[in-house]
């Protein structure tokens, strides 16, 4: 643990780090002493940090955060976290802060799963008007507990009541312990961002994750996207987004997103096209929507 200042305990994994309108940092984490759902934050750029805030303690995994950052929404600069409660069923639920990570509100129920599916690892994003989107992978309730559909949430009252669709999007995830060639743990967790800039696409929703087996994915892991124009009422047909030749035995897997201020969609991911044993990092990036998609390699020559 790298973090300035006190305390370093009790840091259990699964950070995730947000800074709020007024230049807050929040570092959400698990706990490793007590099981749970901390942070910590600091007003000084990272230099100190608070000591832990108990956020929820139980069985809990993979906290998401993000930050209000609409000037228009009527609960700007509040934080949300969402996380996975390992209490059956297993879900997705969230808190918030107003205040800088200093208190958080009580335990919300996000959503209860569907057909015996567990909800896991949940992304979160806000968009110009102060609407909440909670996105999540819905898996199969048996091992090896394979991504079947992503669930989305919204709520327009900061996070106290939620519009929720488990099954928004069909999709076929990758979750193993022994992705090939390295034998490696992967899963098909979603990402999230939406459009800001105020042009022709403001407010368009973007989900990527990982599929296979399941167009427009191929034999293997691919990753796609999704798109709402209509404030999540409904989704596009997936885009593969990864321009490799399709079936070529190669992975891509991990995507994070970006919709940067020009409107452009920013995917990156690992992806092993070039090499059997090794992976590099590429970005794939649209301009028009999620419609075309380039790729660029970020690593290697």
């Known amino acids: 643990d790298v973090c300035s200042g006190i305390p370093v305990q009790n840091h259990g994994g699964d950070p995730g780090t947000v800074i709020d309108k007024n230049g807050v940092f929040i570092l959400t984490h698990l706990g490793n002493i007590q099981n749970g759902m901390y942070s910590n934050y600091s007003t000084n750029l990272g230099v100190n940090w608070s000591n832990n805030v108990e956020i929820q303690q139980d069985d809990v995994d993979k906290g ?3 930050t209000d950052d609409a000037p228009a929404s009527p609960f700007y600069g509040r934080t949300y976290l969402a996380w996975t409660y390992f209490v059956p069923p297993i879900r997705i639920v969230l808190s918030y802060t107003s205040n800088g990570g200093a208190n958080w509100s009580g335990v919300i129920n996000v959503n209860n799963g569907i057909g015996g599916n567990r909800s896991y690892g949940p992304a979160i994003c806000v968009n110009p008007s102060g609407t909440v989107f909670v996105t999540w992978a819905s898996a199969i309730a048996t091992s090896p507990f394979t991504e079947d559909y992503i669930g989305v949430a919204r709520s327009t009252n900061g996070g106290v009541n939620w519009n929720i669709v488990e099954n ?4 076929n995830g990758i979750r193993t312990t022994q992705l090939p060639p390295w034998t ?4 098909s967790f979603p ?5 800001k800039t105020g042009g022709s696409r403001n407010g368009w929703v973007y989900i990527t994750t990982t599929s296979k087996n399941l167009a427009p994915a191929g034999t293997d892991p691919d990753i796609i996207m999704y798109r709402s124009t209509n404030n999540g009422d409904s989704w596009s047909p997936g885009v593969r987004v990864n321009q490799d030749a399709m079936n070529n035995g190669r992975n891509q897997f991990f995507p994070s ?18 090499s059997v044993d090794s992976v590099d990092v590429y970005l794939s990036r649209s301009t028009d929507g999620g419609t075309t998609f380039i790729d660029y390699r970020i690593t290697g020559n």
């Open 168 to 171: 928004a999007i069909d999709i």
């Open 257 to 274: 997103l970006r919709v940067d201020e020009n409107g452009g969609i920013n995917i990156i991911y690992y992806d092993n096209r070039n």
């Open 64 to 66: 998401s955060p993000g």
């Open 184 to 187: 490696i743990r992967a899963n």
């Open 191 to 195: 990402a999230i961002d939406i459009d």
